[in-house]
């Protein structure tokens, strides 16, 4: 029996069910030759393109839906029942953070040239923040964009940077005034086949369907017009924009966890001991009974913050305690679910396996969970105030 729902309409559950669809019969089915491959192929984005999938948050002139925010927690929730990290991550990646600054602040040219083609799933996007030595300190990031005429001049390097490999262009964070700290970083857009531009994959313990690159800029020359809104505003951009970034994790967090627990309880439904299911054990029941109760709580917390971004209200406190639960729930119930499985749930047959894999990226990408934790503190202990970022 269907539940009422505060944030979902008969419209939502149609959608849910044509992205479910989409995900049992044309992803699924690739788990393996992806994950293999290291690589999703680009016909796939083009398939999402086609099916609406890659601008629901976009305006119709771009070629966007321009639907509410709730279509995008539909898409995501169910993008995580795929089961593969790294498809997971490439999508949003591509979606939500790469092209999110483009569609926000960037100019007409710059719409026409990137986001209308990754909407489409033409191009794929990246967003490059970390560096080598700089994590989640952006304001110390030593990537520079020097102004020479009509053109950035840029020189640096970026490292863990999803669709880094395959990608055709990249939200870049460089310093456009070396000596400005926080109000020197800016956001430009470059050409990932640009001369100067060397990209080298990188070799991860998950997310295997991705690509992860790092990335070196050597006397790269961009266009001025590849700016992203004001020049020495990029920090300020980002800083709002990693909200949507963590909200977004969140959300698949609790979704990813949900499959895990579905899967757990077809074996515990299956699987026999000392003749009976497994699931009739009442240690094990107790302990399904806590990851359920973990899950919807995760869920209910994530949908009201949801609800409140939706509502335009700053979310910095709330999208970063979000992303710090989930993340860490996710990885508790996978580890839990994965004992219930025995010695199969160490075998790479089994998706439990890679989940686990998976999972142990959320308390790292997107923001530690030391840095959420940092941010919260600032907020609830320091009273630290933020404001939109964005004209």
Partial sequence: MKRPSLYFTEDHDLFRQSVR??????????????????????????????????????????????????????????????????????????????INHIAKAGSEALKQRYLVPAIAGQK?????????????DVS??????????????????KTFISNGTYGDFVTLTVKTRPDGGANGVSLIVVDLDSPGV??????????????????????????VENLIGVENSGFYYLME???????????????????ALDWTLDYLNEREAFGKKIGKFQAIRHKIADVATEIEMAKQFVHHTCWLFTQGEVVVKECSMAKLYTSE???????TCLQFFGGYGFMEDYPICRAYRDARA??????TSEIMR?????????????KPAYA
Avoid at 124 to 136: F, H, K, M, Q, Y
Avoid at 198 to 209: F, P, Q, V
């Fill in 241 to 259: 924009s990693l909200q949507l970034e963590r909200l977004v994790a969140a959300i698949m967090a609790v979704s990813g966890a949900e499959v």
């Fill in 21 to 98: 669809q989409f995900i049992e019969k044309e992803v699924i089915p690739h788990t393996e030759a992806w994950e293999t491959a290291r690589r999703i192929p680009l016909s796939v984005f083009g398939r999402m393109g086609e099916l609406g999938f890659l601008g629901l948050p976009y305006a119709e002139a771009y070629g966007g839906s321009g639907a509410d925010f709730w279509f995008s927690v539909v898409f995501l929730e169910e993008l995580a029942r795929c089961g593969m990290g790294g498809f997971v991550t490439a999508v949003s990646v591509h979606e939500y953070m790469a």
């Fill in 329 to 335: 729930m996710q990885k508790r119930v996978i580890d």
């Fill in 140 to 157: 110390s990031i030593r990537t520079t964009a020097v102004k020479d005429g009509d053109q950035y001049i840029v020189n640096g390097a």
């Fill in 124 to 136: 794929v996007a990246a967003l490059a923040i970390s560096e080598p030595d700089t994590g989640s």
């Fill in 198 to 223: 060397t990209r080298t994959k990188l070799n991860k313990m998950g997310w295997h369907s991705s690509d992860t690159a790092e990335i070196r800029f050597d006397d790269v020359r961009v266009p």
């Fill in 374 to 386: 940092e941010i919260i503190a600032k907020i609830v202990v320091d009273a630290v105030a933020y």
């Fill in 362 to 367: 959320g308390t790292i990408a997107g923001g």
